[in-house]
């Protein structure tokens, strides 16, 4: 079964980056076989997704964050990127990382299709 642990997170100046890392802890046999995401929530408002990749790396992205995010895995190494420039006070929230067994389909943003997640990791973006 899949353990997510998530890392990376911090302060950092409006414009600035900051990569987060989430590694699957079990290394399960089958980790190339998830779809997985990056979701976040700030406080006060709904878990919202972020960035989601499928199996054959095909990505989708959530509006606000187009063009800025970028995510990306390294299979071979149990691990899930997100690097984040150009950060906004906006993008404030505490990131978890998600995964689900998926096909060979379009990834989704939806969270109920997620099954697995970490404990997250907090950013924060100050102005």
């Known amino acids: 079964q899949v353990q997510l642990v998530e890392s990376g997170g911090g302060s950092v100046q409006a414009g600035g980056s900051l990569r987060l890392s989430c590694v699957d802890s079990?290394?399960?046999?089958?980790?190339?076989?998830?779809?997985m995401g990056w979701f976040r929530q700030a406080p006060g408002k709904e878990r919202e997704g972020v960035a989601v990749?499928?199996?054959?790396?095909?990505?989708n992205y959530g509006d606000s964050v187009k063009g800025r995010f970028t995510i990306s895995r390294d299979n071979p190494k149990y691990t899930l990127f997100l690097q984040m420039n150009s950060l906004k006070p906006e993008d404030s929230a505490m990131y978890y990382c998600a995964a689900s067994k998926c096909g060979f389909w379009y990834p989704t943003l939806e969270m109920g299709q997620y099954e697995y997640w970490g404990q997250g990791t907090q950013v924060t973006v100050s102005s």
């Open positions: 990749i499928g199996r054959d790396g095909r990505t």
């Open positions: 079990e290394y399960t046999f089958s980790y190339g076989r998830y779809c």
